[in-house]
């Protein structure tokens, strides 16, 4: 099976940059896509952004268009998120999903990584 492991989250403050990795292991084919959501306590899981592997079609929430910028290299089935102006309410636990299977959702879920922003 495939392992997502998320990396470069941190304490930054509002203005700042930050730019986070996650890397899929294992044995296994290409992705149809892979994405990244958001979870702030007591507050919903938000779709940020994703990616398709065929094309590099990206996609992204209101919230974070201008903002963020998603890309993948596809010979190390990596996915990064670029999150630049990062504000307040960017403060969440980002976690990194891969679909392998093509059927429109997300089969595999890293364990996540605080992003903290300070005002």
């Known amino acids: 099976q495939v392992q997502l492991a998320e990396s470069g989250g941190g304490l930054v403050q509002a203005g700042d940059s930050l730019r986070l990795s996650c890397a899929a292991s294992?044995?296994?084919?290409?992705?149809?896509?892979m994405g990244w959501l958001r979870q702030a306590p007591g507050k919903e899981r938000e779709f940020v952004a994703d990616?398709?592997?065929?094309?590099?079609?990206?996609f992204y929430a209101d919230s974070v268009k201008g903002r963020f910028t998603i890309s993948r290299d596809n010979a190390k089935n990596t996915v990064y998120l670029q999150m630049n102006n990062l504000k307040p309410e960017d403060t969440a636990v980002y976690y990194c999903a891969a679909d392998f299977r093509g059927y429109g959702s997300y089969n595999y879920w890293g364990q996540g990584t605080q992003v903290t922003v300070s005002s």
């Open positions: 294992g044995r296994t084919s290409s992705p149809n896509r």
């Open positions: 990616i398709t592997w065929n094309g590099g079609s990206t």
